[in-house]
C-alpha cells in the first residue's frame, strides 16, 4: 500500500480539509509538526494547532503524496 492510499489520498480525490492530517510513521518531520500540533492542543492554541496542520500538510504534500 503506498502512503498515498494509507491517507486517502488517491489521485483525483479532493483532501478533507475536516480533518486533522495524519502523520506518515517513521517520517521525523511528521513527527515534529505533529508533537508541535499536539502541544497546541494541549495549550489551547487553536492558532498555532492550525498552523501546525498547515505545515503538516504542505510537507505531506511535497515529500510524501507525490514522491
Do not use: K, N
Request: proline share 6%; hydrophobic share 30%.
Amino acid at each position: 500500500m503506498t502512503v498515498r492510499q494509507e491517507c486517502g489520498q488517491e489521485r483525483g480525490q479532493e483532501e478533507d480539509l475536516s480533518r486533522p492530517p495524519v502523520p506518515v510513521s517513521g517520517c521525523p518531520t511528521c513527527t515534529e509538526l505533529a508533537i508541535r500540533r499536539d502541544d497546541a492542543r494541549a495549550w489551547c492554541d487553536r492558532s498555532a494547532e492550525t498552523d501546525a496542520d498547515v505545515l503538516l500538510r504542505r510537507h505531506l504534500r511535497a515529500e510524501h503524496y507525490f514522491t
